[in-house]
Structures are given as C-alpha cells and as structure tokens.
C-alpha cells in the first residue's frame, strides 16, 4: 500500500473506534426517553472499536516504516511510418507492414 493511503486510513480507523466508543453512551442517553426498557451491548461497541484502534495502529506502524514505491513506467515503442504501438524487438509493423530496424 502507499504510505500516504494508509496514513489516512489509521486516522479515518482512530476515528471510526472513537465512534464505537461513543455509541453505547449516546444511545443511553437517548434510551432515556423511550417508553420501552432498552439496553445497549457495551461488549459488541467496545469490541468494535478495538479492533479498529488495532488495525488504526498498523495502518500507521506501516506508513511510518514502509519504503516508498518505485513506480516502473512501461516503454512505449512506436512504428515510424504509422505510429501505433509495437512491441520491443520488433521488426516488422504488425499493422503496416513497414520494417523497423
């Protein structure tokens, strides 16, 4: 992955786990004024957002010690008479006809 993608992918994971964590309190709060008896599941919001601090945390461990990546560009051969495509190494224009080398 490209270190700068995964550098915003651990705050964007730091942020979605601050938000399981908020959840159970918020929903409470607003089970207050139901007429029904509710319940929140702490175990399932906390899980949740664990698990999403620890991938937040290898998303940023990887963007700090990842090598940037070469980016290899593919050589582009041109025939000289129609100037499409060709291969490397070819000799003979595979549209036109025209001998290269």
């Not at 992955?1 to 786990?17: A, E, R, V």
């Not at 159970?24 to 949740?48: D, H, K, Q, T, W």
């Not at 980016?71 to 495509?85: A, G, L």
């Amino acid at each position: 992955m490209y270190k700068s993608l995964t550098k915003t992918l651990s705050f964007l994971l730091t942020w979605f786990g601050a938000g399981w964590l908020a959840l159970p309190f918020i929903a409470e709060s607003m089970l207050r004024y139901v007429p029904e008896e509710g319940s929140v599941n702490f175990a399932a919001s906390f899980a949740l957002a664990g698990v999403s601090f620890l991938l937040s945390l290898l998303c940023f461990i990887h963007s700090v010690t990842a090598k940037p990546v070469k980016i290899q560009y593919k050589h582009v051969y041109r025939c000289p008479k129609c100037d499409n495509e060709i291969f490397p190494g070819t000799e003979y224009c595979p549209y036109c006809g025209s001998f290269i080398k």
